[in-house]
């Protein structure tokens, strides 16, 4: 079992910058693959940014390339989304996941507004 809490989210202007960061506990000794989501009101979840288990190998969905960086620390077992030029429409609830041989593991989330 694998426990995730994410962290960081708050209001912020549009073209501001937050950092998340989801925190790992548990069997965090296994080699899981971690994406970043996001759910808007009255939208299906996205996802948004992922990093495999090595930290070197890492895809973003094209409406945040070149604005959001994910990041894994292996120090700590966290995996963060640093988030720049931040718009309206990134105002969501952003949740993390570890993933290994199919089986996905959830945090809660983190709720980001940005506000115009």
């Known amino acids: 079992q694998v426990q995730l809490v994410e962290s960081g989210g708050r209001m912020v202007q549009d073209g501001g910058s937050l950092r998340l960061s989801c925190t790992a506990s548990g069997r965090t000794g296994k080699t899981y693959e971690m994406t970043w989501f996001r759910q808007a009101p009255g939208k299906e979840r996205e996802w948004v940014a992922r990093?495999?288990?090595?930290?070197?190998?890492?895809d973003y969905v094209d409406f945040v390339k070149g604005r959001f960086t994910i990041s894994r620390l292996f120090a700590n077992n966290t995996v963060s989304l640093e988030m720049n030029s931040l718009k309206p429409e990134d105002t969501a609830i952003y949740s993390c996941?570890?993933?290994?041989?199919?089986?996905?593991?959830w945090g809660r989330g983190t709720q980001v507004t940005v506000s115009s």
């Open positions: 990093i495999n288990w090595s930290g070197d190998q890492k």
């Open positions: 996941s570890a993933s290994e041989g199919g089986v996905d593991y």
